[in-house]
C-alpha cells in the first residue's frame, strides 16, 4: 500500500449493538465509516462511548495499515480474573474484607503516579532492548521498570467478588501503565505528519495511521505487542499478590481457573475472507468458545462469558458496562448520599478530591461511582448474539485506582 492515491467519500455501514448512543460517539463512528483505509464496516459494542478519534466501545478492520488512536492510551488495558474454591462466607465480615483489602493496599501501589520504589526485573526488558536497536533508548524507561506490578488510577481497580455459585472471585482491570501512552502518542505525531506530508483525506486528523508496510508501523506494531506483553505481566505480578494474600486469610484456598484478556489493542485476523488489521479499543475478543471477562461498575456485576463468534461484530464484545456520564459531570450532578447508598454492603474507599480541572475542581470526585455507568444488566442482554453469560459476579470489595 504505502502511500498510494486516497480518495474521499466511500462510507461503510455502522453496525451497533449500543441502545442510546450519545452523539459524540456517533459523530466518531461516522468519521470511522470515511476512513480511507478501513474495510466491511464499523462495529459499536454496546457500552460504547466517545473516545479520542474512535468511540471506545468500537471496532473497525483496517487494510494493511494501523491507526494508533483506534488502540488508544492505555495499550493493552485488560483484565485478570481467578476463580477460587473459597466459600463466600468467608468474607461475610465486612471488618475482615476491610483488613484483606489494607493488606492489598501495603503490597499493591494504588493510583496515579504510585509506583515501586525500586526497579523491578522482567526478562521482557531484556529481550526488547536486545532486539530493537535504537528504539530502546525510548523505552523501557526506569519508570516503567518501578511501575509493573501496579494498578494505575481512573477506572483500574482491584475486586473481591463472589459468584451466583457463592464461590470467591479475585479480578484486577489494569494496563501498560504510562509505556502504552507513551508508545501510542508518539507514533500518532508521526502518523499525523505522514498522513499530512502526502495529504491523506481524513474525516478526523486524530485517525491518521501508518502503512504496516512503512517502518513507523512496523515499529508501531511492534511495540504495541511489547506493550501488551508488558499489559499482562503487570496484571500477572498483582494477582499474585491477590491470591498470596488470599491464602494468608484463607488457609486451604486453591485456585482453579485464571483469565486473562486485552481491550485496547490490534492484531491480525480473517474476516470476510480477508486478512485484516482489526482494532478493539475498548472491546474485547469473542471467538467461538473463548472464555472472557465483562466487568460492571464498581458497585455492580461483573461477568464471565463465553465467546459466540459473530461475525458481524469482528467476533468482538464489550469491554465492560461502558460510561454513561464523563468524569466532570459525574462529580458535578452525582451526590455523595445516592453514591454511597449504591455502595452499601461493599468495602471501599469512599470518595477522594477531584484531581482534575473545570467545573469539578473542589469537589469530590465521583466520576467512579455506579451511576456514571450504563446498566451491566442492560448491556449484557444486548449482546447476548455475541456472548452467553456463564458466571455472574458480585463485588465484596472494591479496591480502585
Not at 453496525?15 to 448512543?21: A, Q, T, V
Not at 504496516?212 to 499482562?232: Q, V
Request: hydrophobic content about 40%; aromatic content about 8%.
Amino acid at each position: 500500500m504505502k502511500w498510494e492515491k486516497f480518495e474521499v467519500g466511500y462510507t461503510m455501514p455502522v453496525k451497533s449493538w449500543c441502545e442510546n448512543c450519545e452523539e459524540g460517539a456517533v459523530q466518531q463512528a461516522v468519521n470511522l465509516a470515511h476512513h480511507p483505509v478501513l474495510v466491511h464496516h464499523v462495529a459499536l459494542m454496546p457500552d460504547a462511548h466517545q473516545g479520542y478519534g474512535m468511540p471506545i466501545g468500537g471496532v473497525v478492520a483496517a487494510k494493511d495499515a494501523v491507526i494508533p488512536a483506534a488502540v488508544g492510551v492505555d495499550i493493552g488495558c485488560g483484565m485478570i480474573a481467578t476463580e477460587t474454591d473459597v466459600p463466600a462466607e468467608a468474607f461475610a465480615e465486612m471488618p475482615f474484607r476491610r483488613a484483606f483489602q489494607e493488606k492489598l493496599k501495603e503490597r499493591i501501589p494504588v493510583g496515579e503516579g504510585e509506583s515501586h520504589r525500586v526497579t523491578q526485573d522482567w526478562e521482557g526488558f531484556e529481550e526488547y532492548t536486545a532486539h530493537n536497536g535504537m528504539r530502546s533508548s525510548l523505552w523501557p524507561s526506569k519508570l516503567d521498570r518501578m511501575n509493573l506490578g501496579t494498578l494505575g488510577g481512573g477506572n483500574h481497580f482491584i475486586e473481591l467478588q463472589k459468584s451466583d455459585k457463592n464461590r470467591v472471585w479475585l479480578m484486577i482491570h489494569s494496563g501498560s501503565r504510562n509505556l502504552g501512552k507513551r508508545i501510542e502518542e508518539h507514533y500518532h505525531r508521526i502518523a499525523a505528519k505522514m498522513c499530512e506530508r502526502f495529504r491523506v483525506p481524513l474525516p478526523d486528523t486524530d485517525l491518521a495511521f501508518l502503512p504496516i508496510e512503512e517502518p513507523a508501523g512496523h515499529d508501531y506494531f511492534t511495540d504495541m505487542l511489547f506493550a501488551l506483553r508488558y499489559a499482562k505481566e503487570n496484571r500477572r505480578r498483582m494477582m499474585e499478590v491477590m491470591k498470596a494474600t488470599l491464602a494468608e486469610f484463607v488457609s486451604n484456598a486453591n485456585f482453579i481457573r485464571t483469565i486473562d484478556i486485552h481491550h485496547n489493542y490490534a492484531v491480525f485476523e480473517e474476516h470476510f475472507g480477508e486478512k485484516v488489521c482489526v482494532h478493539r479499543k475498548g472491546a474485547t475478543s469473542a471467538k467461538l468458545d473463548e472464555i472472557g471477562i465483562i466487568p460492571g461498575s464498581m458497585g455492580t456485576a461483573s461477568y464471565i462469558v463465553r465467546g459466540l463468534g459473530n461475525p458481524e461484530s469482528f467476533m468482538s464484545c464489550s469491554h465492560g458496562a461502558g460510561r454513561r456520564m464523563s468524569r466532570i459531570a459525574a462529580s458535578t450532578t452525582l451526590t455523595v448520599e445516592e453514591c454511597d447508598k449504591a455502595m452499601e454492603g461493599i468495602v471501599c474507599e469512599r470518595w477522594h478530591k477531584y484531581k482534575g480541572f473545570g467545573k469539578a475542581k473542589g469537589r469530590l470526585d465521583l466520576s467512579e461511582a455506579p451511576q456514571a455507568y450504563k446498566d451491566i444488566e442492560d448491556v449484557i442482554a444486548s449482546e447476548l448474539d455475541l456472548v452467553e453469560p456463564l458466571v455472574r459476579l458480585v463485588p465484596l470489595a472494591s479496591l480502585k485506582g
